[in-house]
Protein backbone atom coordinates (compact mmCIF):
# COMPACT_ATOMS: atom_id res chain seq x y z
CA UNK A 1 0.00 0.00 0.00
CA UNK A 2 1.21 3.68 -0.84
CA UNK A 3 0.25 6.85 -0.65
CA UNK A 4 1.66 9.74 -2.42
CA UNK A 5 0.56 13.26 -1.96
CA UNK A 6 2.23 16.19 -4.38
CA UNK A 7 1.02 19.76 -5.27
CA UNK A 8 1.90 21.22 -2.14
CA UNK A 9 3.61 24.90 -2.21
CA UNK A 10 3.69 28.74 -1.02
CA UNK A 11 0.72 30.77 -1.82
CA UNK A 12 -0.68 34.40 -0.50
CA UNK A 13 -3.54 34.83 1.69
CA UNK A 14 -6.48 34.27 0.07
CA UNK A 15 -5.07 32.44 -2.65
CA UNK A 16 -5.98 28.97 -3.94
CA UNK A 17 -4.36 25.43 -4.47
CA UNK A 18 -5.09 21.83 -5.12
CA UNK A 19 -3.26 18.94 -3.64
CA UNK A 20 -3.64 15.37 -4.73
CA UNK A 21 -2.92 11.73 -3.02
CA UNK A 22 -2.35 8.78 -5.77
CA UNK A 23 -3.27 5.69 -3.84
CA UNK A 24 -1.34 2.07 -5.33
CA UNK A 25 -1.47 -1.39 -4.11
CA UNK A 26 -4.67 -1.60 -2.75
CA UNK A 27 -8.53 -0.95 -4.28
CA UNK A 28 -8.86 2.79 -4.56
CA UNK A 29 -12.21 2.72 -5.08
CA UNK A 30 -13.28 0.30 -2.29
CA UNK A 31 -12.28 2.51 0.44
CA UNK A 32 -13.62 5.85 1.87
CA UNK A 33 -10.40 8.47 2.37
CA UNK A 34 -9.20 11.85 4.77
CA UNK A 35 -7.22 14.29 4.34
CA UNK A 36 -5.53 15.84 7.40
CA UNK A 37 -2.93 18.27 8.23
CA UNK A 38 -0.32 19.08 11.15
CA UNK A 39 0.74 22.48 11.68
CA UNK A 40 4.41 23.02 13.57
CA UNK A 41 4.07 22.37 16.52
CA UNK A 42 0.53 21.41 16.84
CA UNK A 43 -1.23 17.78 17.03
CA UNK A 44 -2.09 16.66 12.91
CA UNK A 45 -6.45 17.46 12.50
CA UNK A 46 -8.95 15.97 10.32
CA UNK A 47 -9.59 18.12 7.55
CA UNK A 48 -12.03 16.27 5.03
CA UNK A 49 -13.21 12.38 4.52
CA UNK A 50 -14.68 11.20 1.15
CA UNK A 51 -17.14 8.25 1.08
CA UNK A 52 -15.74 5.38 -1.40
CA UNK A 53 -17.92 6.54 -3.98
CA UNK A 54 -17.51 10.26 -3.56
CA UNK A 55 -21.14 10.72 -2.12
CA UNK A 56 -20.78 11.80 1.08
CA UNK A 57 -18.31 13.86 2.32
CA UNK A 58 -17.38 15.47 5.90
CA UNK A 59 -15.49 18.67 6.60
CA UNK A 60 -13.56 20.28 9.82
CA UNK A 61 -15.96 23.62 10.51
CA UNK A 62 -12.64 25.75 10.03
CA UNK A 63 -12.41 24.96 6.17
CA UNK A 64 -15.99 24.25 5.40
CA UNK A 65 -17.07 26.61 2.51
CA UNK A 66 -12.98 27.22 1.31
CA UNK A 67 -12.13 23.56 0.68
CA UNK A 68 -13.79 20.99 -1.25
CA UNK A 69 -12.40 17.35 -0.91
CA UNK A 70 -12.81 15.26 -4.14
CA UNK A 71 -11.62 11.58 -5.97
CA UNK A 72 -11.53 10.13 -8.97
CA UNK A 73 -11.49 6.47 -8.76
CA UNK A 74 -10.56 5.49 -12.22
CA UNK A 75 -6.95 7.72 -11.36
CA UNK A 76 -7.30 6.08 -8.43
CA UNK A 77 -6.40 9.84 -7.08
CA UNK A 78 -8.25 12.16 -4.59
CA UNK A 79 -7.96 15.56 -4.35
CA UNK A 80 -8.69 18.91 -2.09
CA UNK A 81 -9.06 22.03 -3.32
CA UNK A 82 -8.11 24.84 -1.30
CA UNK A 83 -9.75 28.65 -1.66
CA UNK A 84 -9.73 31.80 0.58
CA UNK A 85 -6.19 30.02 2.25
CA UNK A 86 -5.12 31.70 5.29
CA UNK A 87 -1.83 31.78 6.89
CA UNK A 88 -3.48 28.99 9.52
CA UNK A 89 -3.93 26.74 6.97
CA UNK A 90 -0.18 26.01 6.54
CA UNK A 91 0.95 22.78 7.34
CA UNK A 92 1.68 19.24 6.17
CA UNK A 93 -1.04 18.10 4.46
CA UNK A 94 -1.49 14.24 4.46
CA UNK A 95 -3.94 11.91 3.22
CA UNK A 96 -4.85 8.19 4.79
CA UNK A 97 -7.13 5.56 3.57
CA UNK A 98 -10.02 4.67 6.33
CA UNK A 99 -10.58 1.40 7.34
CA UNK A 100 -13.40 -0.21 9.45
CA UNK A 101 -13.27 3.44 11.02
CA UNK A 102 -9.74 3.89 11.46
CA UNK A 103 -7.70 6.17 9.42
CA UNK A 104 -4.48 4.23 8.23
CA UNK A 105 -1.97 4.06 5.83
CA UNK A 106 -0.19 7.80 5.50
CA UNK A 107 1.44 9.46 2.74
CA UNK A 108 4.20 11.23 3.29
CA UNK A 109 2.27 14.75 3.29
CA UNK A 110 2.69 17.38 1.36
CA UNK A 111 3.71 21.37 2.42
CA UNK A 112 1.53 23.98 1.84
CA UNK A 113 2.39 27.77 3.54
CA UNK A 114 0.26 30.18 3.64
CA UNK A 115 2.21 33.89 3.64
CA UNK A 116 2.72 37.40 1.92
Known amino acids: VQLVESGGDLVQPGGSLRVSCVGSGFTFSNYPMSWYRQAPGKERELVARISSGGISTDYADSVKGRFTISRDNAKNTMYLRMNSLKPEDTGVYYC??????????WGQGTQVTVSS
Open 96 to 105: ARRISGTDRD
